[in-house]
């Protein structure tokens, strides 16, 4: 008969390689053997956190740390599985406890930061993530999102303009202190029955010089080299609102040559199709709407939509986040002069951009409308464009003069999407305009 040592390696075995039945069944065998065995209990709740029993697991990780209350592993196991029941304070009590008992556990470190970070205590985050770094100075993840404590924690302290100053305060407390529940995090939540408003009160008052918009909604997607995210995206959309609204979808091509640059591309879309409606939706092509809760109506204010992706784990990465989906007025894109047109590579267009906003008196709601991200491989966010968001933020540059009245680029195709994509059953409206950028300064 195996020894208790070789039932458990047999199921680390099976755990590595991801048979979690096999796994569990060993871990099981070992705590028949010794019903004390805390790393057998610690390792049966972390099986099944990962096989979706959360609460489950929480049980068996509780019961691991009643037998080895200061094993620090089993702490940051814990805080795991709290952190995915939405208990933010319960998971940041035991990443906390974690390293109190293991001071160099670098996973518990980051564990914590990554937590707090998602609270909006971006400063406390920064501290955790300095620490982590100290213990893995190799790991690209923790220096990352050290630096992007940091950027937040400048973002959000620097306060909009000053008769908005205590709605912002109050209301962002409020948003602390729900963040860890599962409710959507940002500036402000949605008006009192702003989904009663619809686009017939929202026109604006049109002159000789004005005509009126075709559309009531205009949805520009930034887009290179992602055909088969654009081949789900446009029949999907199309399916999705053609009975709410009307709308086109122009998807927006850079041509190859020069990095990406979706704010710039967002700016071209904009000037090209400013008078196709009065509102204008700022879409990522990787992004399907999945109910009703991703309602592309807005009433007075700038709404961020995407408060349940997936590829955020069903929240927002930080409070002031306003990528994936983003509907606003055509006066608040042109009050914020649009995207900076300097950030190549991905990352950052999106934090000057929620600034910019706030600088011109705007602040935003949020829907926490359910959406599904389409995978693929992670990109890599451009440490100059990390910079180029500290010269904005230190105010050691000015907006006013970097966006829409700064913009160059050449048009060298536009085609219906339908003839692009071969997809005739697409709405004959919706639009691919490829364009060449230049090169970055």
């Not at 697991?57 to 029941?85: T, Y």
């Not at 939540?189 to 005509?211: D, K, V, W």
Request: net charge negative; charged share 25%; aromatic share 8%.
């Amino acid at each position: 008969m195996a020894t208790i040592s070789e039932q458990l390696d047999a199921g680390l075995a099976h755990h590595r390689a991801g048979r979690l039945q096999d796994a569990e069944a060993a871990y099981r065998s070992v705590l028949r053997c010794d019903s004390n065995h805390a790393d057998g209990w610690h390792l049966l709740g972390a099986v099944a956190c990962q096989a979706g029993r959360v609460e489950e697991g929480v049980e068996h990780l509780r019961r691991a740390i009643a037998i080895s209350p200061d094993a620090g592993v089993f702490h940051n196991s814990l805080g795991n599985a709290l952190r995915l029941l939405g208990q933010t304070d319960a998971a940041i009590a035991c990443y906390r406890r974690a390293v109190e008992c293991q001071t160099d556990l670098g996973e518990a470190h980051k564990n914590l930061g990554q937590t707090l970070s998602a609270a909006g205590r971006f400063r406390e985050a920064a501290e955790s993530f300095q620490t982590a770094l100290r213990l893995r100075p190799n790991d690209p993840e923790v220096r990352q999102s050290l630096l992007n404590a940091a950027l937040n924690e400048l973002i959000w302290a620097q306060c909009p303009p000053e008769s908005l100053t205590l709605r912002i305060s109050t209301e962002s407390s409020r948003i602390r202190e729900n963040s860890g529940s599962g409710l959507v995090s940002g500036p402000c939540e949605t008006p009192p029955n702003s989904h009663e408003f619809g686009y017939s009160q929202l026109q604006r008052p049109q002159s000789a010089a004005s005509p009126a918009p075709q559309y009531d909604l205009v949805i520009l997607v930034p887009y290179r080299d992602r055909l088969e995210h654009l081949r789900q995206f446009a029949p999907h959309m199309d399916r999705f609102l053609r009975d709410k609204l009307s709308f086109r979808l122009v998807v927006i091509e850079q041509a190859f040559g020069a990095p990406f640059n979706p704010g710039k591309l967002r700016n071209v879309g904009f000037h090209l199709h400013r008078d196709d409606a009065d509102v204008f939706a700022l879409h990522d092509v990787d992004t399907l709407p999945m109910d009703e809760s991703c309602d592309y109506r807005i009433a007075d204010r700038p709404m961020h939509l995407a408060g349940r992706a997936s590829k955020y784990g069903g929240r927002l990465p930080y409070p002031t986040f306003l990528g994936a989906v983003l509907v606003l007025r055509r006066e608040h894109f042109e009050a914020a002069n649009g995207f900076s047109n300097h950030y190549w590579g991905w990352g950052r267009e999106d934090d000057e951009f929620a600034r910019r906003l706030w600088s011109s008196g705007i602040i935003w709601g949020n829907r926490p409308g359910l959406y599904q991200s389409l995978e693929h491989p992670a990109s890599n966010l451009n440490s100059r464009n990390d910079a180029r968001l500290l010269e904005f933020l230190r105010g050691e540059r000015d907006w006013r003069a970097d966006g829409l009245n700064s913009l160059d680029f050449q048009v060298t195709r536009s085609i219906a999407l339908r003839e692009f994509l071969d997809q005739p059953d697409l709405a004959a409206q919706h639009r691919l305009v490829t364009v060449d950028l230049g090169t970055p300064d």
